[in-house]
Nanobody
Framework: QVHVVQSGGGSVQDGGSLRLSCVVS????????ITWYRQGPGEERDFVAG???????DYADSVKGRFAISQDNDKNSLSLQMNSLKPEDTAMYYCAAAVQYSPLCREAAGRVYWGQGTQVTVSP
């Protein structure tokens, strides 16, 4: 079983900073992709940031230059540093993990594992 646990978040004023962390456990020998998404009230869940297969970071245009992700060496955790926060960044943030297919990992591959969600609120 793959477990995704998030921490961090909270409330800040416009221009403030917050940090989110995501730790993925289970199937430790399997390659995982970890990605951050967010969902505002009445909106769909949108991509925020992630690490590609070549180890390159990818960001939504709305957060480029303000958010930064960092991955631990074991690649089972991904942090999201959010700077220069704006009220429009207010949302529930979710961490998602996916297991890359291999014969060893086939029971866990083919699905997305979601964290419990973390509220981020930015006031004007």
């Amino acid at each position: 079983q793959v477990h995704v646990v998030q921490s961090g978040g909270g409330s800040v004023q416009d221009g403030g900073s917050l940090r989110l962390s995501c730790v993925v456990s289970g199937y430790s020998d399997c390659t995982k992709t970890i990605t951050w998404y967010r969902q505002g009230p009445g909106e769909e869940r949108d991509f925020v940031a992630g690490v590609g297969g070549a180890g390159t970071s990818d960001y939504a245009d709305s957060v480029k230059g303000r958010f930064a992700i960092s991955q631990d060496n074991d690649k089972n955790s991904l942090s999201l540093q959010m700077n220069s926060l704006k009220p429009e960044d207010t949302a529930m943030y979710y961490c998602a993990a996916a297991v890359q297919y291999s014969p060893l990992c086939r029971e866990a591959a083919g699905r997305v594992y979601w964290g419990q969600g973390t509220q981020v609120t930015v006031s004007p």
